[in-house]
């Protein structure tokens, strides 16, 4: 993510960790280790953390981080990996691999100052997609804003029965179908109190 044209690496903090100097990134086909610097991790419950790598892991992107212009009721993207899946993006990917993409619509959104800030997608989330971008436009418009990290899917729990329909006494988990994404908003907070990252116009 570029941020004041310095380049940061955003993902899901059960995904990267803290402080780590260092991340493996699968390019052209084969991991590749990135020297990173640790510039922070949201706090609580807030599943984000900023790293910035020292080598430009991208070109410059217009996407713009920000959940201005969201409204409930639109439709919203998000990109990963789903067990490890991906594809042979070509020419267009550099050697990067390609991700999947799915779509959902905004269900709800928690932004009162005493609540963490967080949306809700109603879309199916698998394993994989954490850490990965929640993607939107503003109704009427082709502009590309990021609202948030995907951190998770909402899980609830059901009763196992026995063949004879009693309660065995034990609980699965289950995928609800609501995906939960943290605001970008902590990204940019952790950026603005220690930016660090790599200035876009170097090319070491």
Sequence with gaps: MDVDNRQYLVSARHVVG???DSLSIFHARAWKHVRTDFVGSGIGEVDITVLAPKTRLSPARPLVP???GIVLGQEAFFAGYPYKMWWDGGL???GRPLPFVKRGTLSAAMDQ???????YVDATCNLGFS?????FAPPGTRESRIAGVVAKFKTEYESVV???GEDSG???PYNTGF????SIKYALDIIKASPIGLPLESNS
């Design 18 to 20: 803290t402080g780590n």
């Design 66 to 68: 920000s959940v201005d």
């Design 92 to 94: 267009i990917m550099r």
């Design 113 to 119: 100052a005493e609540d963490v800030q967080c949306r």
């Design 131 to 135: 850490g990965g971008p929640l993607v």
């Design 162 to 164: 026995t063949k004879d």
């Design 170 to 172: 034990m609980r699965v």
């Design 179 to 182: 995906l939960v994404a943290y």
